[in-house]
């Protein structure tokens, strides 16, 4: 059951093959008998998961049943859900229960989903690693020793080990992307703006995005389906029509460009990465793709860009954790500033404190205009190299991280080394296209992803290219062996 792809669990469904509480109460079990090792969920909704499994059965024997309804779900604990614990990885919203469902969990909830539960994040979003989770790193179902990339980690965990069919992450600088890679599994960043961002606890407004972490393309697209369109409770999502993704899925690659930015395949690309998505783009070019070098002049100014805007607008987003109107609030304090210092040191880990304090330091009125301003500035020209490309070609083709799955504790102690994660996957961000990574095969026995990236509002042509990719290759279809189960269809880890 758990290798099975979410049109074969809809089809199982609609079919009587199985009831919704049935395939519920099996992957439940499956998070309670494995997730003890894994830790990819924060909190598991047993009693509610199986009352909506209880209603969606209600619902297909009706006759009023959508391809989705039925279908369990894991949803990052960034998204705030009614009567739920939603902690955002943080000591501050330890209890917090959120009175009312962002946007998209209401969309995914109305098509008759299954909450299993609320997976594990670096804490309020700020990490690559899963290690700044105040509930404890997530593992990585390859290899327990590692990281399992972040901070959507624990919802790629869960999605790897087929804990889940499919699960929500956010990408605010390659949260959904590179721990897809690191993972195995199929993630997708839409264009900023098609889905809601009410709900979604904000890192960096302006570069938060909320997408989904699957199997295969064609789940993805199933789900982002449901999630996406404008909101009149988010200015910034945009009233543009959401295409059926289904529909174009499987057309012909023949003639489409794509192109390689010659910056991403440079030194500091790990050499066993760099054969992958070599390998990867000459299985593309075997499907008719045309292969064409570009160039983006502004990468190297994208870190430093990003991490002055991210940890400027963190630590604006963040002032909200007072003690007073949400979340930890010390013992006795003494007056209000007492209050105020107390419960923020309490509540928030180093890695949030540390962007807080340089954010707004970047933001101070001495240094506005060197920093802050400066990067919105760099943020233009950097969205000017993609406009340029994408004048030339219709999708970018890359590496989603510099190296595989590093080991835990790893890089912990130099901050520095785990922003340069971020330098394939963040660009993206600061100009708001769609980013996608795809399973593409095996490092030293650790999964490699391929990054695609299209132009504004043009996911369908990444889930077309993912999906034909995926017809021709079975990347996707590894499980690591310990996860893998009896199964006529089982794939073991590749050595
Ligand atoms: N690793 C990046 C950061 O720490 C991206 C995180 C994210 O996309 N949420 O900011």
């Known amino acids: 059951m758990h290798h099975k792809s979410l049109t074969e669990l809809s089809a199982a469904l609609q079919g009587r093959k199985i009831s919704s509480e049935e395939l519920t109460r099996f992957f439940l079990d499956r998070i309670g008998r494995l997730d003890t090792t894994l830790n990819s969920f924060i909190t598991v909704t047993e009693e509610l998961a199986l009352e909506q499994a209880r209603s969606a059965d209600k619902r297909i024997a009706a006759g009023d049943a959508g391809v989705l309804t039925g279908i369990p779900v894991a949803h990052k604990d960034i998204f705030c859900t009614q009567g739920v614990r939603t902690t955002c990885g943080s000591r501050m919203l330890e209890n917090f229960s959120a009175p009312y469902d962002a946007t998209a969990i209401a969309r995914i909830a109305s098509s008759g989903t299954v909450m299993l539960g609320k997976t594990n994040m670096d804490e309020f979003a700020m990490g690559s690693s899963n ?4 509930f404890g790193p997530v593992k990585n179902p390859w290899d327990g020793e590692r990281v399992p990339g972040g901070s959507s980690g624990g919802s790629a965990a869960a999605v790897a080990a087929r804990l889940a069919p499919i699960a929500t992450g956010t990408d605010t600088g390659g949260s959904i992307r590179q721990p897809a890679s690191f993972c195995n599994v199929t993630g997708i960043k839409p264009t900023y703006g098609r889905v ?26 199933l789900l982002l389906g449901a999630m996406a369109g404008v909101d009149p409770r988010d200015s910034t999502s945009v009233d543009l029509p959401v295409p059926d993704y289904m529909t174009t899925l499987s057309e012909s690659l023949r003639g489409v460009k ?3 930015p010659r910056e991403w395949y440079g030194d500091g690309l790990d050499s066993g990465v760099r054969a992958v998505v070599e390998a990867a783009l000459t299985s593309l070019a075997g499907l008719g793709v045309e292969l064409v070098d570009i160039n983006l002049p502004h990468s190297p100014y994208c870190i430093p860009c990003y991490y002055v805007i991210a940890m400027s607008e963190a630590s604006s987003n963040l002032s909200r954790y007072d003690g007073v109107r949400f979340g930890h609030r010390c013992e006795n304090p003494r007056d209000l500033l007492d209050l105020y210092i107390r ?9 949030v404190k540390r962007r807080i304090m340089t954010g707004t330091f970047s933001l101070s009125a001495g240094y506005y205009d060197a920093y802050y301003l400066k990067a919105l500035k760099v943020r233009r020209l950097i969205a000017e190299d993609f406009r ?21 504790g790893e890089h912990m102690d130099d901050p520095v080394t785990m922003y340069l994660q971020d330098i394939y996957t963040l660009p993206l ?20 992803g391929l990054q695609l990236i299209a132009n504004h509002w043009e996911e369908a042509r990444l889930f077309n290219m993912a ?9 996707h279809h590894f499980v690591p062996s310990r996860f893998a189960g009896q199964s006529e269809t089982e794939q073991n880890d590749p050595d």
């Open 343 to 351: 419960s923020r040191a309490e509540g928030f880990g180093t890695e």
């Open 429 to 448: 961000n600061l100009a708001g296209l769609p980013g996608m990574s795809v399973p593409a095969g095996f490092d030293r026995g650790l999964p490699v």
């Open 196 to 221: 809601s961002r009410y709900g979604m606890i904000a890192y960096a407004s302006s570069l938060d995005q909320g997408g989904v972490i699957a199997r295969n393309a064609e789940d993805a697209a």
């Open 131 to 134: 290690e700044t989770s105040y």
């Open 258 to 260: 794509v192109g390689l």
């Open 467 to 475: 999906h034909r990719y995926q017809q021709e290759t079975d990347w």
């Open 388 to 408: 340029r490309a994408f004048e030339k070609v219709d999708i970018l083709a890359g590496p989603v991280a510099p190296t595989p799955a590093f080991a835990l």
